[in-house]
């Protein structure tokens, strides 16, 4: 391991990028096979698929709108990245998710390159694959939403103010201000609040370690300017378009009300994020508690070279990272599983540095015992699906996506076991996060071409949105209740669509009494559950049932109009 500080400019340029190319291509080999099959999952792919969708049909880049409406709930990134990915390859759903894999492959690049520069070529190759390989951030890279922008966003500020720290230049922080630009612009202000909640208490823990100093008043000045250059001005012609309302109600109630309240009963306890991170970063949680305590250790060792002095900033950025934006996520009031995916890259810098340092002591015991409880955990999954599937009467689809679950479980397995074996070779040691990493690149391969296409099969929205838009006249009505996947038909089909509201439900401008829909439309088309639609009534016109798919049924409501 050694640091690129004092190498010739040409070798510093050289180590980090071998690096990032490596990243890169891991993170490709998890996003982009398969990226377009099947149809996108509710409820979020289709919202914001729909969302990029009606910046064509409302011909509108600053207000964002949604089944026909005007839309305050998200900064517009995603949206604008998307519409312009459709406008090329069409409003598939490679189109719409090719934004996140995108993103993700850069996330792979930087975090290769920002360890590599620090630590050293195969710290920063580790460090790329392992983040690259981990559960969500690969299921991240492949949904149409905008976490995977804010993801790479925070981590290029983080790693831009990391440099500034380390070596007093503005420009770092300048850079590091427009990286938070952009991830306002892609989620709002929850960029760079994460980005200063990691790098203050570091910057104070850095001062004291290595008497580090902090960007003067031409860094502040300028990177301050820069990123309201980036930020502002959508937010201004967003607020002169639509009025000042219209800015509040996206950064009042749908950013800072997830923090301080629960926004569509997206709640969880304190400790909702400790399952998530451990399932989140598989295969690789298995190292990380011999990670903290090695980056612990590693601490503790007084810091005599450049070398060991930059593998201390390292850890000590790391160890930050992991806390600060757990503590904050944890005691928000809404809660999602993907808040936290900004924070996987600081798991990937301690595991790599673990491994960096692990394959310099062969057969390290606590390598081994990591790398062993993977099969095991594989091992009680397969388990698992087994036992459910002999005990519980399962569909034709479940069965098979059970089974084929357990192919994917197998790949895993059978690298963990040579990844094992490979750490008792001491020639082969380095190789062993290799072979780990290219079993999760073929799991997800056989996830992907296996597993994601059988999901159609429980998606019925998709497929009677099809037979609605082969047989619907000029006129024509859209509705539906009691079913998940409203976002779904308004996507495969086109806005406005009515949600008919239940009995005491909130009315508003789509979610509508259904008596005043099924009586004043030409005809309607209406998707209602099977078993327990809650308007029986047809109020004197004709029903029919036209198609029916999994658990929901389409109606065809003809006949003349009846009173409202």
Known sequence: MTSLDDCPKLQCMRIPLRAALIGAAAAALITLPGLGIGTLWDNSETAYGEVAREIFLARDWIVLHFNGAP????P???FWIAAICAKIFGVTTFALRLPAALATIGLGAMTAYAVARQAGLRAGIYAGIILSTCLMQAIVGR???MDALLDLAV????FWWFRAVQTGRSSYFIYGWAAAGFGFLAKGPVAPVVALLVMVPYYLWERRATHARPPDWRGWAGGLLLFGAIAIPWFAALWFRAGGGAVM??????TFGRYTGTIESQSGPVWYYVPVIVLGFFPWIAFLPSALVSGVRRLREPATTTDDRALHQLVRLAVVW???P???FSFARTKLPNYVALELPALAVLVALYFESAVERVRSRSALISTAAVPLTILMVALAIVLFSRDNRLTIELALAARNLIWVGAAIFAG???SFGTLLSRRNAYAAPYVLAVAMVAAFGLLAFLVLPQGDGFKPVPHLAAVIERRRKPGDAVAIQTLAGGNALVFYTQPGIYVFARPGDRLGEHAVEPRSVICGSPRLWLIAPRHKPFTHATFGRTRRIVATWGEADLYLYTGPRCAT
Request: proline share 3%; net charge negative.
């Open 322 to 324: 992991i806390v600060m």
């Open 143 to 145: 949904l149409a939403i």
């Open 249 to 254: 109600e996206l950064l009042g109630h749908y």
């Open 155 to 158: 981590a290029a500020n983080i």
């Open 71 to 74: 839309w305050f709930v998200q």
């Open 76 to 78: 517009p990134l995603y």
């Open 326 to 328: 757990l503590l904050f």
């Open 416 to 418: 963990s076991i040579v």
